[in-house]
Nanobody, 119 residues
């Protein structure tokens, strides 16, 4: 199983970016999916998460600005980021809990995509 993230880049404060992540491999079902970020010198933190049935959860710092969505048929999760601030700068990682046909499950991380917001 692999998670491939894309969409990072350099943007001015107030701008927008859209991150995408696709899961591939021997997947029976994907449970929770989410986006985390790690700013320089800081720990990785949850940005947003979405359950299989579409329930969402956001960090307080991004509520009202970021929107997470998923497509269960395509095994994808996206993060629409609007009104970006310099403090949103960091490496963004997608995450997914994968369920196998054996009903065993494992947690996977994407490779990370860098978001840089210039002020």
């Amino acid at each position: 199983v692999q998670l491939q993230a894309s969409g990072g880049g350099l943007v001015q404060a107030g701008g927008s970016l859209r991150l995408s992540c696709v899961a591939s491999g021997s997947i029976y079902r994907i449970n929770d999916m989410g986006w985390y970020r790690q700013a320089p010198g800081k720990q990785r933190e949850l940005v947003a998460a979405v359950t299989r049935d579409g329930s969402t959860n956001y960090a307080d710092s991004v509520k009202g600005r970021f929107t997470i969505s998923r497509d269960n048929a395509k095994n994808t999760v996206a993060l629409q980021m609007n009104s970006l601030k310099s403090e949103d700068t960091g490496v963004y990682y997608c995450n997914a809990e994968i369920l196998y046909l054996s009903f065993a499950k494992n947690n996977y991380w994407g490779q990370g995509t860098l978001v840089t917001v210039s002020s």
